[in-house]
C-alpha cells in the first residue's frame, strides 16, 4: 500500500523532472505565437497601420468562406491519400525489400530516399517541367503508350490540378516512411512467420497477419506524422499551383499565405491559422486515439 | 535475422513492380543530372533531349566562389544543433510519458498536439520580436531554437510510442535492485532506445535540412544562409538559367547524399537495434 | 544664464548628433536571383562605396517572393529597414497609410532631383500630393513575336483587334498556339484585361479607384473586356494548361516556335537572349478595338521597382544620398544597359544602352502614347489583388461568368 503511494509520488516528481526541459522549451517558443495568433485574429491589420478590433468578426467570415472550408477539406484529402499511398504503400514497400528481395534493398532504399534529401522547392519545379504540357514528359509518356487521349493540362485545369499535386506528394515523401518500415518490419522476428509458414501461409497471409499487427506501433507513429505533414502542407502546392487555378488546388496553408502576405490581412490570416490549429490538433488527437483503439491486443507488449 | 529466401515467381514480379516504381520516382533526377551539362539555349530548345555537348560551365556558375559550400555549413550547424536538441528533450519525455503514465497525460498530450499543429507562418511576426528582444535574429541559434521547438512535440510523440512498445517489468526489475530514476532511464532505457533516437534524428535532420521559411525571414547576413535561402539565388523572376539552377541543387543535395550512403549501414543498423527477438 | 542656455543647447545639439548609427544604413532589395538584377546591384553598390566610402551599408538581398515575406514581417514587427525596395501602388501605399514611410518632397524639391525623372513615374510613387519612395525603373508590355517566322509564314503585323484574331486563326490552323500564356502566378493575364479595358474605356480606371475618386468605376466595358477574354480562351488561343504554367515556361514556348506571339513586359528583350539561332524579337503594339471608347494608342506601362526610406529611419540624411546616387543618370543608365528595361529618369534610356528594339519601345511607342496607363494589379491595394487575381481565371478556364467575375473586381475596388 505505502509502496504503492511512494511509488506514484516518486513517480510523479520523476515526470516532472524528465518532461519540464522538454515542455518548457517548447513552451517558450510556441505559447507566444500561438497568444499571439488568438489575439491578431481579433483584429483586422495590414502590419503597417493601426490594429482595428473587430471581436469575432473574423471568425464569422471564417465560418462562411467557402474556399477555407473547401481547402480544408482538401487538407483531409491530403491526409487520406497520404496514409494510403505515402505510409501504407511503404509499409508495402518495405516488406517487399526485406522479405522478398532483400538483396536489393540497399539500392532501393536509396533510391527512394533521394526525393526525400532534396528540398521539395526544388522537385516542385521538376514536376512543373514533368507536367507541361507541351514539353512535359507525363503528356509525352501518355502518347507514347498509345494513351494520348488522356493528356491534359494537368496543373492548369481546375478538375486535375489538386490530384497532380497530390500524386506528387506520393512520390516525393514515400522513401521516408520506407525508411522508417524497413527497420520495423525487420524487428518482426522470424520464428513468428516460420510458424506461420508451416501453417501454408503465403507472403499476402503473411504481410497482413503478422506483419502489420506486429509493427502497428511504427503504423500509429508514422500515420501522425503523415497526418500533421499533410494538414500543414505548404511548399509543394505553392511551387506546382500557387493554389490555383481560382482556388481549384487551395489548401489551407496557401490560403493562409495569399491572405496575410498576399492580401495584407493579417487579422483573417491569423484566424484562418488559430482555426487551423484548432482543427489539426483536434483531428490528429481523434485520428491517434482511434489508432490506439484498433492497434490494442493487436501489439507485441501493449 | 531474416531466413534466406527462395528466389520464385513472387520474387520476380515484385522486382518488376519495384524497378518500375523506383524509376517513375528517380527519373526526374537523373534529368536533372545530364540537363546540368547543356547551355541554358539548349535547355530552353528542348527540355528532355540529352545533351549534345558535354559543358561543365553551369558548376562553374553554380559553384561561383563556392558560396554554396558555406551555406552547406551554415545547413550543417542548425541542423546538427536542431537535432540534437530535439533528441535529448524528445526522449526525456517521451520516456516519462511511457515509463510514469502521471494522471495529467492527457493534457501534456493535448497541448503537444496543438502545438504541432500550429502554422509556422503565423508565428513568424511574434518569434521575430521574440528573437530580436534576445538579441538572436541572424544567428545560428536564432534559427535552431525555434525550428527545435517546433519539431519537439511530434518527436515526444515517437519516442513515447516507441517507449510504450517496452514491458513494463523492465523497469520495475532495476527499480527492486534500488536504483534511482535517473540511473534507470540512463542505463536500461536508453540503450534499448537507439534505434527510436536514430529514428527522430533522421526524421529531424531532414525536415530542418529543407527547412526554408525560418532561415529565410530569421537570417539576414549573406554568410550565414542556409542551402534552400542560398539555392534561391538561382531562381529569377523573369529569367532562370536552368543549367546553372539544376546544378546548383545538386551540388546541395550532394552533402545528404554522400552522408547517407556512408552511413547507411550504420543508420539502418541503429535503426533495428540489437534486440533481436526471437 | 546664456551659459546654462548654451550648454543645454550644447547638450542637446551633442545628443542629436550622436544617433547610433551615423554614417550607417541598412539597405533591403530583391535584386538576387536573376543574372542581370544582380550584376547591376554590384555595380551600383561597388560604386556607391567608392563615391561615399562614409556610408557603412549593412545589404540584405533576398529572391523576389521571399524578399516580400521578409520585408511584410520586418514591417509587422516594428523593426523595417532604414532603406528599401517596394513596388509603388497598393503595396507602397499600405506602408503609407501606416505612416512607415518618410516623405521624400523636401529633398525632391531640391537640385533639380525631382525634376531629374518622368513626372508619369514619380506620380505612381506619391499618395496625396506627397512622394514616398523614388520610382527607378518602367515596364511596358506589347506584342512580341518572332520576325523571321512571321515572314516565313507570311503573317502580316496585325493593326486591330479583329485582325489579331484573324491572324490567331491563321496560326491555329498551322497547329501552333497563338498566344503564349503562363497564367500559374496570375499576372500575366491582366496584361489582356487591362488593355481590352483601356481600348474599350480608357486609361486611369483603376487610377480612379485608388485616388478616391467618388466616380470610379470599370463600367460596363470591364463586362465586355471579360467576355472577350472568355472568348479566347474558348478558341483555344491560349496553350493547354496556361493557367498551370509558368510565364517561363510559356516563354520557352514563345522561344522555341510553338507559340507564335506572346503579351508580355519589356523584360522579354531580356528574356529572349537564349532564344536559338534565327529567332529575331520583333514587337508591335496592342491593336485597336472598333468601337472602342478609349484612346487606341495608350500603353500599358507603369514603375516597377521603387526605393523608400523608413520613417524610423535614424540616418535620413545619408539614406537619400543612397537613393539620389541610385537614381542619378550615369547608375540608371547603367540600369538600361545591364536589365534592357527602360527607366524612370530622363535621358537615361540612350540608344546604346537600350539597343534597337528597347529604344524603339521607349522612343516611338512610349512617345507616342496618348496615355500611359499603370498596371492595375500593382496599383490596386493588395486585398483587391488577390481577388483580381483568381476572377481572371476564373474567367479564363470558364468557370466564373464574366460579368460576375467584373462585379467582384469592381466591389473590391470599393471596399474600405
Same mark, same amino acid.
Request: aromatic share 12%; with cysteine; glycine share 8%.
Given at each position: 500500500?505505502?509502496?504503492?503511494?511512494?511509488? !506514484?509520488?516518486?513517480?510523479?516528481?520523476?515526470?516532472?523532472?524528465?518532461?519540464?526541459?522538454?515542455?518548457?522549451?517548447?513552451?517558450?517558443?510556441?505559447?507566444?505565437?500561438?497568444?499571439?495568433?488568438?489575439?491578431?485574429?481579433?483584429?483586422?491589420?495590414?502590419?503597417?497601420?493601426?490594429?482595428?478590433?473587430?471581436?469575432?468578426?473574423?471568425?464569422?467570415? #471564417?465560418?462562411?468562406?467557402?474556399?477555407?472550408?473547401?481547402?480544408?477539406?482538401?487538407?483531409?484529402?491530403?491526409?487520406?491519400?497520404?496514409?494510403?499511398?505515402?505510409?501504407?504503400?511503404?509499409?508495402?514497400?518495405?516488406?517487399?525489400?526485406?522479405?522478398?528481395?532483400?538483396?536489393?534493398?540497399?539500392?532501393?532504399?536509396?533510391?527512394?530516399?533521394?526525393?526525400?534529401?532534396?528540398?521539395?522547392?526544388?522537385?516542385? #519545379?521538376?514536376?512543373?517541367?514533368?507536367?507541361?504540357?507541351?514539353?512535359?514528359?507525363?503528356?509525352?509518356?501518355?502518347?507514347?503508350?498509345?494513351?494520348?487521349?488522356?493528356?491534359?493540362?494537368?496543373?492548369?485545369?481546375?478538375?486535375?490540378?489538386?490530384?497532380?499535386?497530390?500524386?506528387?506528394?506520393?512520390?516525393?515523401? #514515400?522513401?521516408?516512411?520506407?525508411?522508417?518500415?524497413?527497420?520495423?518490419?525487420?524487428?518482426?522476428?522470424?520464428?513468428?512467420?516460420?510458424?506461420?509458414?508451416?501453417?501454408?501461409?503465403?507472403?499476402?497471409?503473411?504481410?497482413?497477419?503478422?506483419?502489420?499487427?506486429?509493427?502497428?506501433? !511504427?503504423?500509429?507513429?508514422?500515420?501522425?506524422?503523415?497526418?500533421?505533414?499533410?494538414?500543414?502542407?505548404?511548399? #509543394?502546392?505553392?511551387?506546382?499551383?500557387?493554389?490555383?487555378?481560382?482556388?481549384?488546388?487551395?489548401?489551407?496553408?496557401?490560403?493562409?499565405?495569399?491572405?496575410?502576405?498576399?492580401?495584407?490581412?493579417?487579422?483573417?490570416?491569423?484566424?484562418?491559422?488559430?482555426?487551423?490549429?484548432?482543427?489539426?490538433?483536434?483531428?490528429?488527437?481523434?485520428?491517434?486515439?482511434?489508432?490506439?483503439?484498433?492497434?490494442?491486443? !493487436?501489439?507485441?507488449?501493449? | 535475422?531474416?531466413?534466406?529466401?527462395?528466389?520464385?515467381?513472387?520474387?520476380?514480379?515484385?522486382?518488376?513492380?519495384?524497378?518500375?516504381?523506383?524509376?517513375?520516382?528517380?527519373?526526374?533526377?537523373?534529368?536533372?543530372?545530364?540537363?546540368?551539362?547543356?547551355?541554358?539555349?539548349?535547355?530552353?530548345?528542348?527540355?528532355?533531349?540529352?545533351?549534345?555537348?558535354?559543358?561543365?560551365?553551369?558548376?562553374?556558375?553554380?559553384?561561383s566562389g563556392g558560396a554554396l559550400g558555406g551555406y552547406a555549413v551554415n545547413s550543417l550547424l542548425i541542423m546538427a544543433g536542431a537535432t540534437l536538441i530535439t533528441v535529448v528533450l524528445a526522449t526525456l519525455a517521451g520516456f516519462a510519458l511511457a515509463a510514469y503514465r502521471p494522471r495529467w497525460i492527457p493534457a501534456v498530450e493535448?497541448?503537444?498536439?496543438?502545438? $504541432?499543429?500550429?502554422?509556422?507562418?503565423?508565428?513568424?511576426?511574434?518569434?521575430?520580436?521574440?528573437?530580436?528582444?534576445?538579441?538572436?535574429?541572424?544567428?545560428?541559434?536564432?534559427?535552431?531554437?525555434?525550428?527545435?521547438?517546433?519539431?519537439?512535440?511530434?518527436?515526444?510523440?515517437? $519516442?513515447?510510442?516507441?517507449?510504450?512498445?517496452?514491458?513494463?517489468?523492465?523497469?520495475?526489475?532495476?527499480? $527492486?535492485?534500488?536504483?534511482?530514476?535517473?540511473?534507470?532511464?540512463?542505463?536500461? +532505457?536508453?540503450?534499448?532506445?537507439?534505434?527510436?533516437?536514430?529514428?527522430?534524428?533522421?526524421?529531424?535532420?531532414?525536415?530542418?535540412?529543407?527547412?526554408?521559411?525560418?532561415?529565410?525571414?530569421?537570417?539576414?547576413?549573406?554568410?550565414?544562409?542556409?542551402?534552400?535561402?542560398?539555392?534561391?539565388?538561382?531562381?529569377?523572376?523573369?529569367?532562370?538559367?536552368?543549367?546553372? $539552377?539544376? +546544378?546548383?541543387?545538386?551540388?546541395?543535395?550532394?552533402?545528404?547524399?554522400?552522408?547517407?550512403?556512408?552511413?547507411?549501414?550504420?543508420?539502418?543498423?541503429?535503426?533495428?537495434?540489437?534486440?533481436?527477438?526471437? | 544664464?546664456?551659459?546654462?542656455?548654451?550648454?543645454?543647447?550644447?547638450?542637446?545639439?551633442?545628443?542629436?548628433?550622436?544617433?547610433?548609427?551615423?554614417?550607417?544604413?541598412?539597405?533591403?532589395?530583391?535584386?538576387?536571383?536573376?543574372?542581370?538584377?544582380?550584376?547591376?546591384?554590384?555595380?551600383?553598390?561597388?560604386?556607391?562605396?567608392?563615391?561615399?566610402?562614409?556610408?557603412?551599408?549593412?545589404?540584405?538581398?533576398?529572391?523576389?517572393?521571399?524578399?516580400?515575406?521578409?520585408?511584410?514581417?520586418? =514591417?509587422?514587427s516594428g523593426n523595417p529597414p532604414d532603406v528599401f525596395y517596394t513596388l509603388p501602388g497598393g503595396f507602397l501605399n499600405a506602408f503609407v497609410k501606416g505612416g512607415q514611410m518618410y516623405a521624400l518632397d523636401e529633398e525632391l524639391a531640391r537640385d533639380g532631383w525631382r525634376d531629374s525623372f518622368l513626372e508619369s513615374a514619380v506620380?505612381?510613387?506619391?499618395?496625396?500630393?506627397?512622394?514616398?519612395?523614388?520610382?527607378?525603373?518602367?515596364?511596358?508590355?506589347?506584342?512580341?513575336?518572332?520576325?523571321?517566322?512571321?515572314?516565313?509564314?507570311?503573317?502580316?503585323?496585325?493593326?486591330?483587334?479583329?485582325?489579331?484574331?484573324?491572324?490567331?486563326?491563321?496560326?491555329?490552323?498551322?497547329?501552333?498556339?497563338?498566344?503564349?500564356?503562363?497564367?500559374?502566378?496570375?499576372?500575366?493575364?491582366?496584361?489582356?484585361?487591362?488593355?481590352?479595358? =483601356?481600348?474599350?474605356?480608357?486609361?486611369?480606371?483603376?487610377?480612379?479607384?485608388?485616388?478616391?475618386?467618388?466616380?470610379?468605376?470599370?463600367?460596363?466595358?470591364?463586362?465586355?473586356? =471579360?467576355?472577350?477574354?472568355?472568348e479566347l480562351a474558348k478558341q483555344e488561343y491560349f496553350p493547354i494548361g496556361f493557367n498551370g504554367m509558368s510565364d517561363q515556361e510559356a516563354n520557352m514556348l514563345f522561344l522555341n516556335g510553338q507559340a507564335a506571339m506572346m503579351l508580355n513586359g519589356t523584360w522579354q528583350i531580356g528574356a529572349s537572349a537564349d532564344a536559338p539561332?534565327?529567332?529575331?524579337?520583333?514587337?508591335?503594339?496592342?491593336?485597336?478595338?472598333?468601337?472602342?471608347?478609349?484612346?487606341?494608342?495608350?500603353?500599358?506601362?507603369?514603375?516597377?521597382?521603387?526605393?523608400?526610406?523608413?520613417?524610423?529611419?535614424?540616418?535620413?540624411?545619408?539614406?537619400?544620398?543612397?537613393?539620389?546616387?541610385?537614381?542619378?543618370?550615369?547608375?540608371?543608365?547603367?540600369?538600361?544597359?545591364?536589365?534592357?528595361?527602360?527607366?524612370?529618369?530622363?535621358?537615361?534610356?540612350?540608344?546604346?544602352?537600350?539597343?534597337?528594339?528597347?529604344?524603339?519601345?521607349?522612343?516611338?511607342? =512610349?512617345?507616342?502614347?496618348?496615355?500611359?496607363?499603370?498596371?492595375?494589379?500593382?496599383?490596386?491595394?493588395?486585398?483587391?489583388?488577390?481577388?483580381?487575381?483568381?476572377?481572371?481565371?476564373?474567367?479564363?478556364?470558364?468557370?466564373?461568368?464574366?460579368?460576375?467575375?467584373?462585379?467582384?473586381?469592381?466591389?473590391?475596388?470599393?471596399?474600405?
Amino acid at each position: 500500500m505505502s509502496a504503492d503511494t511512494s511509488f !506514484a509520488k516518486r513517480s510523479n516528481r520523476a515526470a516532472i523532472l524528465f518532461l519540464s526541459p522538454a515542455l518548457l522549451f517548447v513552451f517558450a517558443f510556441v505559447a507566444y505565437p500561438v497568444a499571439y495568433a488568438g489575439w491578431l485574429s481579433l483584429f483586422r491589420w495590414d502590419g503597417a497601420s493601426m490594429p482595428v478590433f473587430l471581436g469575432a468578426g473574423n471568425f464569422v467570415r #471564417l465560418a462562411g468562406d467557402a474556399i477555407f472550408w473547401q481547402a480544408l477539406i482538401r487538407n483531409i484529402l491530403v491526409a487520406l491519400s497520404a496514409i494510403v499511398l505515402q505510409v501504407f504503400l511503404a509499409l508495402a514497400i518495405a516488406y517487399c525489400l526485406v522479405r522478398i528481395v532483400p538483396a536489393f534493398s540497399r539500392i532501393f532504399l536509396f533510391f527512394y530516399l533521394v526525393p526525400v534529401m532534396v528540398s521539395e522547392i526544388c522537385i516542385g #519545379l521538376l514536376w512543373r517541367f514533368m507536367y507541361n504540357p507541351y514539353f512535359g514528359l507525363v503528356n509525352a509518356g501518355l502518347s507514347a503508350i498509345g494513351l494520348g487521349g488522356l493528356k491534359r493540362g494537368w496543373l492548369g485545369e481546375s478538375e486535375t490540378a489538386f490530384t497532380a499535386v497530390v500524386v506528387v506528394m506520393s512520390f516525393t515523401y #514515400l522513401g521516408l516512411y520506407v525508411l522508417l518500415f524497413v527497420a520495423a518490419v525487420r524487428n518482426v522476428p522470424e520464428s513468428v512467420y516460420e510458424a506461420a509458414e508451416i501453417d501454408g501461409a503465403g507472403d499476402f497471409r503473411k504481410f497482413f497477419s503478422i506483419t502489420v499487427p506486429m509493427v502497428w506501433d !511504427a503504423v500509429r507513429a508514422n500515420s501522425l506524422l503523415a497526418i500533421i505533414g499533410s494538414l500543414k502542407t505548404f511548399s #509543394l502546392v505553392f511551387v506546382l499551383t500557387n493554389g490555383g487555378p481560382n482556388h481549384a488546388s487551395e489548401v489551407v496553408s496557401t490560403y493562409l499565405y495569399k491572405m496575410g502576405f498576399g492580401s495584407f490581412e493579417m487579422g483573417y490570416a491569423a484566424a484562418i491559422g488559430f482555426a487551423q490549429m484548432v482543427l489539426t490538433a483536434l483531428g490528429a488527437w481523434i485520428a491517434f486515439r482511434y489508432m490506439k483503439r484498433i492497434g490494442a491486443g !493487436a501489439g507485441a507488449w501493449s | 535475422m531474416t531466413a534466406v529466401r527462395r528466389w520464385n515467381l513472387t520474387s520476380t514480379i515484385v522486382l518488376a513492380v519495384l524497378t518500375a516504381h523506383v524509376l517513375m520516382v528517380i527519373f526526374p533526377f537523373f534529368w536533372m543530372i545530364y540537363s546540368t551539362f547543356k547551355t541554358n539555349r539548349e535547355f530552353m530548345r528542348s527540355v528532355w533531349s540529352l545533351p549534345k555537348s558535354f559543358s561543365l560551365d553551369a558548376y562553374v556558375g553554380a559553384w561561383s566562389g563556392g558560396a554554396l559550400g558555406g551555406y552547406a555549413v551554415n545547413s550543417l550547424l542548425i541542423m546538427a544543433g536542431a537535432t540534437l536538441i530535439t533528441v535529448v528533450l524528445a526522449t526525456l519525455a517521451g520516456f516519462a510519458l511511457a515509463a510514469y503514465r502521471p494522471r495529467w497525460i492527457p493534457a501534456v498530450e493535448l497541448s503537444m498536439t496543438a502545438a $504541432m499543429a500550429i502554422p509556422a507562418y503565423v508565428a513568424l511576426v511574434p518569434l521575430v520580436v521574440m528573437l530580436r528582444g534576445a538579441g538572436l535574429l541572424d544567428t545560428h541559434l536564432g534559427v535552431i531554437l525555434p525550428t527545435a521547438a517546433f519539431n519537439v512535440p511530434v518527436s515526444i510523440f515517437i $519516442m513515447q510510442a516507441f517507449f510504450n512498445t517496452l514491458p513494463r517489468d523492465l523497469f520495475d526489475a532495476a527499480r $527492486m535492485d534500488g536504483a534511482s530514476e535517473w540511473k534507470i532511464f540512463l542505463r536500461v +532505457a536508453l540503450p534499448i532506445a537507439r534505434p527510436a533516437m536514430f529514428t527522430v534524428a533522421i526524421v529531424n535532420m531532414i525536415w530542418v535540412w529543407n527547412d526554408f521559411l525560418f532561415p529565410v525571414v530569421f537570417i539576414n547576413s549573406p554568410s550565414r544562409k542556409t542551402l534552400p535561402v542560398g539555392l534561391t539565388d538561382f531562381v529569377g523572376e523573369h529569367i532562370t538559367n536552368y543549367p546553372v $539552377m539544376l +546544378a546548383a541543387i545538386l551540388i546541395a543535395a550532394i552533402a545528404p547524399l554522400v552522408l547517407f550512403v556512408f552511413f547507411e549501414r550504420q543508420i539502418t543498423a541503429a535503426l533495428i537495434g540489437g534486440a533481436v527477438k526471437g | 544664464m546664456r551659459l546654462k542656455r548654451l550648454l543645454i543647447a550644447g547638450a542637446a545639439a551633442a545628443l542629436a548628433a550622436m544617433p547610433a548609427s551615423a554614417g550607417e544604413l541598412s539597405f533591403w532589395h530583391a535584386y538576387a536571383g536573376q543574372q542581370d538584377k544582380v550584376e547591376f546591384i554590384d555595380f551600383a553598390l561597388g560604386e556607391f562605396a567608392k563615391a561615399h566610402p562614409e556610408v557603412k551599408l549593412e545589404v540584405v538581398a533576398a529572391e523576389q517572393s521571399a524578399y516580400k515575406t521578409k520585408l511584410n514581417t520586418a =514591417m509587422a514587427s516594428g523593426n523595417p529597414p532604414d532603406v528599401f525596395y517596394t513596388l509603388p501602388g497598393g503595396f507602397l501605399n499600405a506602408f503609407v497609410k501606416g505612416g512607415q514611410m518618410y516623405a521624400l518632397d523636401e529633398e525632391l524639391a531640391r537640385d533639380g532631383w525631382r525634376d531629374s525623372f518622368l513626372e508619369s513615374a514619380v506620380s505612381q510613387t506619391s499618395k496625396d500630393g506627397h512622394t514616398y519612395a523614388v520610382p527607378v525603373d518602367v515596364d511596358s508590355v506589347v506584342f512580341w513575336y518572332d520576325k523571321a517566322r512571321f515572314a516565313e509564314n507570311g503573317w502580316t503585323v496585325p493593326k486591330t483587334y479583329e485582325e489579331l484574331l484573324a491572324l490567331a486563326e491563321k496560326v491555329k490552323g498551322e497547329g501552333l498556339v497563338p498566344f503564349s500564356l503562363g497564367n500559374k502566378d496570375s499576372w500575366p493575364a491582366t496584361f489582356w484585361f487591362q488593355y481590352l479595358e =483601356m481600348r474599350l474605356k480608357g486609361s486611369g480606371v483603376v487610377s480612379a479607384f485608388v485616388n478616391g475618386d467618388p466616380d470610379a468605376t470599370l463600367g460596363a466595358e470591364a463586362t465586355k473586356a =471579360m467576355e472577350k477574354l472568355a472568348e479566347l480562351a474558348k478558341q483555344e488561343y491560349f496553350p493547354i494548361g496556361f493557367n498551370g504554367m509558368s510565364d517561363q515556361e510559356a516563354n520557352m514556348l514563345f522561344l522555341n516556335g510553338q507559340a507564335a506571339m506572346m503579351l508580355n513586359g519589356t523584360w522579354q528583350i531580356g528574356a529572349s537572349a537564349d532564344a536559338p539561332e534565327g529567332f529575331e524579337l520583333g514587337y508591335f503594339a496592342f491593336p485597336a478595338v472598333a468601337g472602342g471608347a478609349g484612346d487606341q494608342s495608350d500603353v500599358l506601362a507603369g514603375v516597377a521597382a521603387s526605393f523608400g526610406v523608413s520613417q524610423k529611419a535614424e540616418n535620413k540624411a545619408d539614406a537619400v544620398t543612397l537613393l539620389k546616387f541610385l537614381t542619378s543618370r550615369e547608375v540608371m543608365t547603367k540600369y538600361v544597359e545591364l536589365r534592357k528595361t527602360m527607366v524612370t529618369v530622363k535621358d537615361a534610356t540612350t540608344e546604346t544602352a537600350a539597343g534597337p528594339v528597347l529604344y524603339d519601345i521607349s522612343n516611338k511607342l =512610349m512617345k507616342a502614347a496618348g496615355h500611359l496607363d499603370p498596371f492595375y494589379d500593382t496599383a490596386m491595394p493588395p486585398a483587391a489583388t488577390n481577388i483580381y487575381y483568381t476572377s481572371l481565371q476564373g474567367v479564363l478556364d470558364g468557370s466564373l461568368p464574366p460579368a460576375d467575375a467584373a462585379k467582384r473586381i469592381e466591389d473590391a475596388l470599393r471596399a474600405k
